[in-house]
C-alpha cells in the first residue's frame, strides 16, 4: 500500500499544470499616398490651313489614388506644342475632372486639347503625321 501511494505521489508531482500569461501587441500601419497610371488616350487632329483643327480626339490621362491622395498636376496647364521641323504651331490645354472611383479614392483624368490656328501656309504636308509628346507629371 505504502508503493501505490508513493507512486500516485510520484506521478501526480511530475504532471503539475502549467501556468500561462496573456498580453496584448499593437501593430501600426503607416498607410502612405499612393497613385498607379489607370490608362491613358493618345490624341490626334486633322490641320488644313484654311479650317485649322477638324476632327480632333483628345489625349486623356488617368491617375487611380488611394482614398485622400489627389495628383496634383506639375505640367504647366498651358503651353506650345512642338511638331519636329513640320512648322505647325499648336498649342495644348490641360484639364483635370478630380473624379472619386467607387471605392472612395480617386480617378483623376487629365485631359489635354490641342488648338492651332488657321493660316499656317507653311506646315508641310504629311501623310505619315507629325508626332508631339507631352509628358503629364503628377505629384501626390
Known amino acids: 500500500m505504502k508503493k501505490l501511494l508513493l507512486i500516485a505521489a ?14 496584448t501587441v499593437q501593430v501600426t500601419a503607416n498607410v502612405v499616398n499612393a ?3 489607370a490608362g491613358v488616350t493618345d490624341g490626334s487632329f486633322t490641320y ?11 489625349a486623356t490621362a488617368t491617375f487611380s489614388c488611394n482614398r485622400g491622395t ?18 505647325l ?12 472611383n467607387d471605392v472612395g479614392g ?10 492651332a490656328d ?10 505619315t503625321g507629325y508626332v508631339a509628346n507631352l509628358e503629364i507629371k503628377v505629384t501626390f
Open 10 to 23: 510520484a506521478l501526480t508531482a511530475t504532471t503539475a499544470s502549467a501556468a500561462s500569461l496573456t498580453q
Open 35 to 37: 497613385c498607379q497610371v
Open 48 to 58: 488644313d490651313a484654311i479650317n485649322g483643327i477638324t476632327n480632333a480626339t483628345n
Open 70 to 87: 489627389v495628383p496634383t498636376l506639375e505640367t504647366p496647364q498651358t503651353g506650345a506644342l512642338t511638331f519636329g521641323t513640320s512648322g
Open 89 to 100: 504651331d499648336a498649342e495644348y490645354e490641360i484639364d483635370s475632372d478630380g473624379g472619386l
Open 106 to 115: 480617386t480617378d483623376t483624368t487629365f485631359t489635354v486639347e490641342v488648338s
Open 118 to 127: 488657321a493660316e499656317q501656309w507653311d506646315v508641310t504636308t504629311s501623310t
